[in-house]
């Protein structure tokens, strides 16, 4: 029979992030699917009282709180980790794929001689059967898996679940204590952001605008118009709230040499070589909707694209909707609409 633990960290202000939300309500849906199975909540964090309070509807809360446990750092978050799953007797730790987990829980997953998925996408149960999906092969493959091996850590992707609702009330909070090693060699002094000119990853907006090779290329008069097309670009961002994608081809002329649009780097590129973002909508500009590209757009739902080219690959039934037209007249009309409406 199976003991579940639903595993998270606190962000910086003591909160927790939205995908520990998400994997709550995986462990909260596989808890109540897997017959026979109880749910505990372990939390990690330099304060966890505050966070406990939003998880009443879960018998035992345990936390490992201090400062030593307020940042991201391998060891100590592997021997909490590994110290709350032995509290609890956990077989199955559902957790979010956040960065800081993605580091350190395969280590404790090691150290308990367990397995561990990261990026699953969905939990589900057969009786007294475990079941996790996930993608493999640059989000080609789906593959839905089972294994007899315990304690099965199983972090899901951020976006894969609804979040749960934060509850009210006041949790019993039991604390947990662990064996750190006399030295902590990793000090963490702060954290320092990677200087861009402008913010234009946007995990949770609802748009993303991808940005592809044709904005940098002659148009019809001979010329190119690298600033024009970056106003244009940065001005949907701004006024849409949208996340900016890019297609390899045009990161890639940054290191050609080429002229770029400055704010763009390979952070941006999606695809086959790139990331595999979650917004609901997703809007290609300039971008000819080759194969190694959208694939990078499995997750988004609606999808729309403005190209010069009607036999482009978007035309190939990779769009819902394709604008056979001049993306700088549409995105110049649309932000000017979207500014009269703002
Ligand atoms: C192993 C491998 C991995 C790869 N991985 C990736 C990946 O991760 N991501 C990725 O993006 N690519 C990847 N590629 C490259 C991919 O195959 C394409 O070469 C790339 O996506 C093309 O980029 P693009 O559409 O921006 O440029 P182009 O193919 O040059 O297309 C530019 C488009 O802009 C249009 N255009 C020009 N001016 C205008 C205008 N004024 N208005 C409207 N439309 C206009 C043109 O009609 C054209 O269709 C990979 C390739 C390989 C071999």
Request: hydrophobic share 45%; glycine share 8%; aromatic share 6%.
């Amino acid at each position: 029979m199976d003991k579940i633990l639903f595993l998270a960290h606190t962000e910086a202000d003591g909160t927790l992030p939205k995908a520990a939300y998400e994997a709550l309500t995986a462990a909260k849906n596989l808890a109540g699917d897997l017959q026979g199975a109880t749910l505990v909540a372990g939390l990690i964090g330099a304060d966890v009282a505050q966070v406990a309070d939003t998880l009443t509807g879960i018998e035992r809360v345990l936390g490992v709180s201090g400062p030593e446990f307020a940042v991201s750092r391998y060891s100590s978050d592997v021997a909490a980790a590994a110290a709350l799953v032995s509290t609890s007797d956990a077989t199955i730790i559902v957790a979010p794929a956040t960065p800081r987990f993605c580091r350190a829980l395969p280590g404790a997953a090691a150290r308990l001689d367990g397995r561990i998925e990261t990026q699953v996408t969905a939990i589900s149960a057969e009786g007294d059967a475990v079941e996790a999906e996930r993608w493999f092969y640059r989000q080609r493959i789906v593959a839905k898996f089972s294994r007899s091996q315990r304690p099965w850590f199983l972090l899901t992707s951020p976006g894969a679940f609804e979040p749960a609702s934060a509850e009210a009330g006041k949790a019993t909070l039991e604390a947990v204590s662990v064996d750190l090693p006399a030295k902590l060699r990793t000090k963490v002094t702060g954290i320092e952001a990677a200087t861009t000119e402008a913010q234009t990853i946007r995990p949770d907006a609802d748009i993303l605008l991808v940005a592809g090779a044709g904005w940098n290329k002659k148009q019809k008069d001979g010329a190119t118009h690298v600033n024009d097309a970056s106003s244009l670009v940065l001005g949907f961002l701004e006024l849409a709230r949208a996340s900016l994608g890019s297609t390899k081809s045009l990161v890639d002329q940054g290191a050609e040499g080429a002229e770029v649009m400055s704010f763009m780097s390979h952070l941006n590129q999606v695809g086959q070589t790139g990331s595999t973002p979650r917004h609901r909508k997703g809007l290609a500009t300039c971008c000819h909707g080759e194969e190694p590209h959208v694939v990078g757009w499995r997750f988004v739902s609606e999808r729309r694209a403005i190209n010069l080219d009607e036999t482009c690959g978007w035309a190939q039934g990779k769009a819902d909707v394709l604008y056979v037209a001049d993306a700088f007249e549409v995105m110049a009309k649309v932000n000017e609409l979207l500014a009269a409406d703002a």
